[in-house]
C-alpha cells in the first residue's frame, strides 16, 4: 500500500511541475518579445504595467486594457490581442490560433525565431 500511495503523490505533482514549468516559459519569451518590440524586457515582471504595454503593443489604445476588466469582453479582447501579436510579427492567422490555443510554445517561435516586429 506504500508504493501506490508513493505513485499517487508522484502523479499529483506532475500537473503542478508543467504548469510551472509552462509559467516560466511563458515568462521568458514575453521578456524576449519586449525586447524585440523595442521595450525594455523587465517592463514584463511589474504586473499592470505588463498587461498595459501588451495592449500598446497589440491594440494600440489604451482603452483596450479598461475592456479587460469585463467578463467575456475580456476573452474576445485577449483573442483579438493574440491575433494581432501573430501578425505584427509578420505570422499568419493560423498562427494567432496556435498564441491562442498553445501560447507557451508559439510565445517561444516569437521569442527565439528570427520574425521581426513590424508594429
Do not use: C, H
Not at 35 to 47: H, M, R, S, T, V
Amino acid at each position: 500500500m506504500k508504493w501506490l500511495e508513493i505513485i499517487l503523490r508522484t502523479i499529483a505533482i506532475i500537473p503542478s511541475v508543467a504548469i510551472a514549468s509552462a509559467t516560466l516559459v511563458s515568462w521568458f519569451a514575453w521578456w524576449k518579445i519586449f525586447e524585440k518590440a523595442g521595450y525594455d524586457g523587465w517592463e514584463f515582471l511589474i504586473p499592470i504595467r505588463n498587461i498595459a504595454t501588451q495592449v500598446e503593443l497589440t491594440l494600440g489604445n489604451g482603452i483596450f486594457f479598461w475592456l479587460l476588466l469585463i467578463p467575456v469582453v475580456n476573452i474576445i479582447v485577449i483573442i483579438k490581442m493574440r491575433l494581432n501579436l501573430a501578425r505584427d510579427f509578420g505570422k499568419g492567422i493560423g498562427f494567432g490560433i496556435g498564441l491562442i490555443f498553445f501560447e507557451p510554445i508559439f510565445l517561444l517561435i516569437l521569442a527565439l525565431g528570427n520574425a521581426e516586429y513590424e508594429g
